[in-house]
Each structure stands twice: as C-alpha cells, then as structure tokens.
C-alpha cells in the first residue's frame, strides 16, 4: 500500500524568506501523482501545486516550487519571498491511477508559521 | 462560480447518539468525496461517488456510517450511533470527474462527540 510521510509537524520562517517543506512516499508503482494542499486555519483545503511522475521537470507556480526526485521517493515544497498569508497547514498527497479510483492519499501535515 | 457548502459547521452530540452531515457540489461536478480528518493527521478518504454510485468506501466504517447521493447531486453522511473516536472534521470535495487533477473542498463540518 503508498504511504506518505512528512517528518516536519511545524516549521517557522520569516517573512520575505525561503521555506522548503519535505514529503516521502512509498509506492511500487511508476505512474502517479503528487500535490501539495494548503489549508489556512479555519478555511477550506485548496490545491497548491502538482507534479506528474512522468515529468522530469520540476513544477513551479509563482512563489511555489517543488524539488522530485523520483528515485528517492522525496517531493518537497518550496516557498520562496514567504508572505503572511502562507500561514497555514500543508499536506503532500499521492494520487494514483491504477486503481481506477484516482484515491488521494495525504501525509499528516506541516504546520507553517510565518514570523513578522 | 460558488464552491463547496457543507453544512453544518459544527455539531457537538453525546456518544451513541445519530448525526447527518450535508454536501453540495460545485455544480456540474460528478465525483464527490468524504474525508474524515483527525486532529492532527491528514484527511482519509471514506466514500467517492461517480455521479450516485459509489466508486470507492472501502475505508468506510459501515456498521455506523453510511452515505448517500441521489440524484448525483448533493449528499448525506450519517453516523449512527457516534463513538468518541468519530470525533474529528468532515470534509466533502468534488470534481469534474473521476480523472480530475484538482478536488475542491467545502469548509468542513466540525464533529465532538462527548
């Protein structure tokens, strides 16, 4: 069965800084795919950025990046110029084709402060 | 276009007690999703609907919870009788389809069962 791991309950950054929030997982299978979700307190959970494993190519949205590295089974989250706004939890998920279902599966959390 | 509603936000009810929970889609989207979110871990999936059938509940607890969508709409989660471990956030999300990258999400429904 995938699994998804983040290793970092909280992180705290400054604001204008650069953060990177890290995510393994665990699957057998070569198609899938990955994304990040920011959930702000007490808002809904909206979709931050995804990567296709396929993609070589690391995606970029704006002030979010993410570093994929396939082999490693390692997708982490960059947030570069970190604004207030950030604040929030951050769940890496894995979605998978084969099953038909298209099943997301979410890792625990980081939860991002971000300090004035 | 309006997202997700859910209601209702909160509700607190006593153990063994019943509780229902409503859902409406972003409209025209045809798969729905409830999630069960602990404190403190990531969201689980329960039940995904493909229009009014059920796609996927294999992580669905079904001696209490149960759910429903006519007519490929809105839907209903019920939990009956409630356990303290069902304490925890509902949340619904929908999608175009099945195949859809981006799943929206309602606000959620805040559930204490004491």
């Known amino acids: 069965a995938q699994t998804v791991t983040q290793s970092q309950p909280e992180m705290s950054v400054q604001e204008a800084e650069t953060v990177t929030l890290s995510c393994t997982y665990d699957t057998s299978e070569s198609d899938y795919y990955l994304f990040w979700y920011k959930q702000p307190p007490s808002r809904q959970m909206i979709l931050v950025i995804r990567q296709e494993a396929y993609k070589q190519q690391n995606a970029t949205e704006n002030r979010f990046s993410v570093n994929f590295q396939k082999a490693a089974k390692s997708f982490s989250l960059k947030i570069s110029d970190s604004q207030l706004g950030d604040a929030a939890m951050y769940f890496c998920a894995y979605r998978s084709p084969s099953s038909g279902t298209y099943k997301y599966i979410f890792g625990t959390g980081t939860r991002l402060k971000v300090l004035a | 276009e309006a997202g997700v509603a859910q209601s209702p936000r909160y509700k607190i009810i006593e153990k063994r007690q019943s509780v229902a929970f409503w859902c409406n889609p972003i409209?025209?989207?045809?798969?729905l999703y409830w999630y069960q979110q602990i404190l403190g871990q990531g969201p689980k999936l329960l039940i995904q609907f493909q229009n009014n059938g059920v796609v996927d509940d294999s992580q669905l607890p079904k001696d209490r919870f149960s759910a429903e969508r006519l007519k490929g709409v809105d839907s209903t989660l019920k939990i009956q009788p409630a356990k303290l471990e069902d304490s925890a956030v509902y949340l619904c999300a929908s999608s175009l389809f099945t195949r859809s990258y981006e799943q929206y999400f309602g606000p959620g429904t805040r559930l204490t069962v004491t």
């Open positions: 409209s025209g989207h045809a798969t």
